[in-house]
């Protein structure tokens, strides 16, 4: 197949997983592409994410580095022939391409765990709340690169709002619940529609409270992404260079430690509940 003309995360980790599967049986990249009639160097272009595979060359590919896990094959061959144009593609080249890769990994999440320290979870902002952040962090930014940002943000809702909408655990501290991005209207505004998404059964939200004993910090801002399967879950981190994609099974399993360990240091969601009305009464 064609170099893709966009490389996307989707493709990306694609193409690391079948190198996964090839590397776990030692066989070098010409040996795998001689199999496919093929050369090293396309076998590099599908495994860097940059070219596509068909699910005949996929199912070729795991039977030859005895990957006896259908599942897994199944899951690989959805990657690699899903043609969705999801509503994220209206913004390539108007945005960031990690825009559009957090936008599909969400789409096609099995289950979303996000913890945020500093500001409300992005996908339970308001419009005046997400312009008052992306203002802040990119002074100067114009009017025509801001508001597709805003709208950006609130189509993201749709993997937590919609008919087939993705369970959604996050954690929020009671520092960026009283942070006032904007002004006192914007800030009551934004725990009411808290309040309202919870309401809703669209998100399950935990709150740290200042006061509470052993929590010692999150570092950057967090997601877990359940994929189809727990070898194809994903972690999301804040890094100095943006938005850091996160597939090793190391890392992911240090992720879900964190995650274990910010929860003992919330209160339960009945709770968080309760504790945000207070917070909303204050203002």
Do not use: N
Not at 163 to 176: L, M, V, W
Not at 236 to 263: C, M, N, S, Y
């Amino acid at each position: 197949m064609p170099p893709k003309r966009h490389l996307t995360a989707r493709r990306v980790r694609l193409g690391a997983e079948l190198r996964k599967l090839r590397e776990a049986t030692g066989m070098k990249a010409r040996e795998a592409a001689a199999l496919l009639g093929a050369d090293a160097v396309q076998i590099s272009q599908i495994e860097s994410g940059v070219a596509g595979v068909s699910a005949a060359r996929v199912r070729r590919l795991a039977s030859h580095y005895d990957c006896t896990d259908d599942g897994m094959v199944q899951a690989l061959v959805v990657m690699a022939t899903d043609r969705t144009r999801g509503w994220w593609e209206e913004y390539r080249g108007v945005l960031p391409a990690v825009f559009m890769d957090v936008a599909e990994l969400e789409h096609h999440a099995t289950s979303l765990r996000e913890v945020v320290i500093t500001h409300v979870p992005g996908l339970l902002q308001t419009p005046d709340y997400a312009r008052a952040v992306y203002s802040y962090m990119s002074p100067g930014l114009p009017t025509s690169e801001l508001e597709p940002r805003v709208e950006h943000r609130m189509r993201r809702r749709t993997a937590i709002e919609g008919d087939t909408r993705t369970p959604y655990e996050t954690t929020i501290h009671e520092f960026a619940l009283r942070a006032r991005v904007a002004d006192r209207k914007v800030a009551h505004t934004q725990l009411h529609e808290i309040l309202g998404q919870i309401e809703c059964g669209h998100a399950t939200v935990r709150v740290i409270p200042v006061d509470q004993d052993g929590f010692a910090g999150a570092g950057a801002s967090m997601m877990y992404v359940g994929g189809p399967l727990a070898q194809l879950d994903t972690g999301l981190r804040d890094a100095p260079t943006g938005t850091a994609f996160i597939d090793a099974e190391p890392q992911l399993k240090r992720l879900r430690t964190l995650l274990r360990k910010v929860e003992r240091a919330t209160l339960d969601p009945s709770a968080s509940r309760d504790f945000i009305h207070r917070l909303a009464k204050e203002l």
